[in-house]
């Protein structure tokens, strides 16, 4: 055994070590527990814990390093997740990695000389609506601008120096990003012992851009919604429902446009999101909650099934497979022991809905759990949750914890004589872990690397037992099935995609947020009607599904409904439900690029089609978009497409090359126009940009000079300026600073 003089004490271990002793599948969990007691996995805990495990030090230093969300190095007292997921990209979160490295100095991993910042950047935070988004240590930042940013870091350095009547304040992460919580808290302090009315604590509705939102509820009518609410406006609220009288509030009162962004959606996974308070059993029960599983428990196992198999219910986490056959070849599988698992790693960059339903709705969850685990005889389900969600993980603790108190998870539910049970397990970071066989391998405390298939899961799958595995979003529309029926589910969508779908919208977009449609609404009624339309008069150009895995859907198929065959007929795929939103200014080979790059740091490297294949694709597209690349390039471009498509081990690396052949198909102009002409037409592209001014629009008002980190730009007061193209780093600063438009991009 390697020994250590350092002074970390590692008797702190000792709680975490008794807790797992028996349990060799939870070399994830302990690091997870040891990082948070010490803020980093220091070589004496890898050594310490490889012992009393059992296991290799080059064992847990694999698992240790395999995982973005371990630390090897002592972290700042602040820990900055900057987001790059594609909604921020096309937001402009390189701009806010300027400012970050500007005021801090520091780069992608990295610490504050003083120890009070550290940066690290992440593939997505599932705050897409919010875009671009940061998280610090657990509180979410949205809508950052360069300056913003700047200001959260300094305030932060300074900080180291009743009559029935219901308020509920939404606090999701956009909620509580944007205030919720500090308006909950303050609305709750202007309360006396007299006020009859209460202040609870809901989910997001799905209105993201409106957040906070607050709704005044009387019994089961909600009275008003008021939006972008803040702690100033909180003795207000709270005067007003003591009058009941709520004139002074109207400013603050949702307009009817804004309004029809719910009316023209039909919400079934996300029925009770922003109605129940997620904290609450008793509140979800009075919403008809644990009725379904009642029912279920009173049917034969091979009678649910049947149900799921005449809905239609496909899986909603992106393949688009029947759910019904999952569970019955699970139910036939031999043995006694079978496992459920609930994929709630949300890995794709651009989405956010499986997030909103745990943090608004966990009892779903859980209840629809519960009723898989009976109709497949499995006793023991997980729920593997990204450990970015912070606000999830807490509220499934809480349902989880309730649900066994009221004995609704545990020995004999119902007093059927059915028992069951769910445990949570945290990922740690690896987007390759959101396929299932990957996933199943890390919750045995393992690299989180696929499995070939057959055997397929419901035969072989966690631990060697026949096992399922549903997305969220699958999970959370069955009870609803089970309660109305599953001709009534049926009836929604259309003949080969039945039900509803949810999106996270996000991008350029005026309405971000969460909408669920039915099955086959068209893509032009999701992003006109629902959400607004594009900002600025800008032109739609394109819309990108499936994340790292789908398509861009060009603005020739505004019109095409939406179903997993219409997608798939067209280059893309439904994925998990992100739905990002592109206009004229962005470059579709700088998109995906984008993906590439996020796909070669995510391959977990097992297959060599992936692992190289994806490289190669990256160093072609990188080259194109510096203007160094011929047209045999491209040639080659396509043909590594097929190739790492045809030979990947898994769906994830398989699905890689979509983003680029999307874009091929629908945008090979502008890859002609970056090879042919060395030009970027949508000015994105640095290599291929240059920033000028226009002396005859120029005032001589020195702002551009003064704003450029670089001092490229060059001239006297009221004359006109030149910009040194040599110092020039095409930040855009000077443009976007400029008051007469005379700075332009070409």
């Not at 008797?11 to 070590?17: A, I, P």
């Not at 109605?275 to 279920?296: C, E, F, M, R, W």
């Not at 009892?363 to 685990?373: P, Q």
């Not at 893509?523 to 008069?537: A, F, H, Q, S």
Request: glycine residues 10%.
């Amino acid at each position: 055994m390697t020994e250590f003089k350092s002074g970390v004490d590692l008797s702190l271990m000792e709680g975490v070590l008794r807790q797992y002793q028996e349990d060799a599948t939870s070399l994830i969990m302990i690091l997870q527990q040891a990082q948070s007691i010490y803020g980093y996995l220091p070589q004496e805990v890898i050594y310490h814990v490889a012992q009393r495990t059992g296991n290799s030090p080059a064992k847990v230093m694999g698992v240790a390093t395999f995982y973005s969300y371990f630390r090897l190095q002592p972290m700042g007292t602040y820990q900055i997740m900057l987001c790059d997921g594609t909604a921020c990209h096309v937001n402009g979160s390189e701009r806010i990695r300027t400012a970050i490295t500007q005021e801090l100095g520091i780069h992608n991993g990295e610490t504050t000389e003083d120890g009070m910042f550290t940066l690290n950047e992440v593939a997505c935070l599932g705050c897409c609506s919010l875009a671009p988004v940061m998280m610090i240590n657990g509180d979410t930042y949205g809508n950052l601008t360069p300056e913003k940013t700047i200001k959260i870091l300094r305030q932060l350095r300074q900080r180291e120096a009743g009559n029935g009547i219901r308020i509920l304040v939404g606090q999701g992460s956009c909620g509580v990003s944007a205030g919720a919580a500090r308006a909950a808290k303050v609305l709750a302090g202007h309360m006396t012992a007299t006020d009859s009315f209460t202040v609870e604590t809901t989910g997001c509705i799905g209105m993201c851009y409106l957040e906070p939102i607050v709704d005044i509820y009387e019994g089961e009518q909600l009275l008003h919604r008021l939006v972008r609410v803040t702690e100033t406006d909180a003795l207000g609220i709270v005067e007003a429902v003591r009058k009941k009288d709520f004139s002074k509030l109207e400013a603050m009162f949702i307009s009817d446009e804004d309004a029809r962004f719910l009316k023209k959606q039909k919400r079934v996974a996300l029925r009770n999101c922003g109605v129940v308070d997620p904290t609450s059993i008793d509140d979800y029960i009075n919403h008809a909650g644990y009725q379904a599983l009642d029912k279920a428990l009173n049917m034969k196992p091979e009678e649910v099934i049947e149900e799921i198999k005449v809905s239609g219910l496909a899986g909603r986490g992106g393949a688009g497979f029947p759910t019904w056959f999952k569970w019955d070849a699970a139910r036939k599988a031999e043995g006694e022991q079978k496992h459920l698992i609930c994929n709630a790693d949300e890995g794709d960059p651009g989405a956010f809905m499986d997030r909103s339903v745990l943090e608004g709705d966990p009892h779903t969850i859980l209840e629809a759990m519960t009723i898989a685990g009976y109709a497949v005889g499995a006793h023991q389900g997980y729920i593997y949750v990204r450990a970015e969600y912070p606000i999830a993980v807490e509220r499934l603790q809480i349902a989880i914890k309730q649900a066994r108190d009221m004995e609704l998870l545990g020995k004999n539910i119902f007093g059927t004589g059915f028992d069951f049970d769910i445990d949570l397990r945290l990922g740690a970071g690896a987007f390759v872990c959101g396929e299932e066989t990957a996933l199943m391998t890390s919750i045995e405390g393992k690299r989180g690397e696929p499995r070939p298939r057959p055997p397929f899961p419901a035969q072989k799958g966690l631990f060697g037992k026949p096992s399922i595995l549903n997305n969220v979003e699958t999970y959370a529309n069955i009870p609803q099935i089970i309660l109305n029926g599953p001709e009534w589910f049926a009836s929604m969508g259309t003949e080969k995609s039945k039900g509803t779908k949810v999106f996270a919208l996000g991008g350029k977009i005026n309405n971000t947020g969460l909408v669920e449609v039915p099955m086959g609404t068209t893509l032009r009624t999701v992003i006109e009607e629902i959400g607004g339309g594009i900002p600025g008069g800008k032109k739609f150009k394109a819309a990108q599904t499936g994340g790292p895995s789908g398509g861009c859907i060009p603005a020739e198929h505004f019109d095409i409904p939406i179903d997993y065959d219409n997608l798939i007929a067209i280059g893309s795929m439904m994925g998990s439900g992100g739905l990002i939103v592109m206009d004229e200014d962005d470059c579709m080979v700088d998109i995906a690029k984008f993906f590439l790059e996020f796909t070669v740091e995510e391959s977990c490297g097992k297959c060599t089609a992936c692992r190289i294949g994806t490289k190669r694709m990256l160093e072609i597209l990188t080259k194109i978009t510096k203007g160094q690349a011929d047209m045999a390039d491209l040639d080659k471009l396509e043909e590594l497409c097929y190739y790492v498509k045809n030979n990947s081990l898994c769906g994830l690396g398989q699905t890689a090359p979509n983003p680029v052949l999307s874009t091929l198909r629908y945008f090979r102009d502008e890859y002609e126009a970056h090879i042919k002409e060395k030009r970027c037409p949508a000015g994105v592209c640095k290599a291929l940009l240059s920033y000028n001014i226009d002396r005859d629009k120029c005032r001589g008002c020195t702002l551009c000079a003064r704003t450029c980190p670089a001092g490229a730009i060059i001239g006297s007061v009221k004359n006109p300026h030149i910009i040194d193209q040599n110092k020039c780093i095409k930040c855009g600063a000077c443009m976007e600073k400029c008051k007469f438009g005379a700075i332009y991009k070409k």
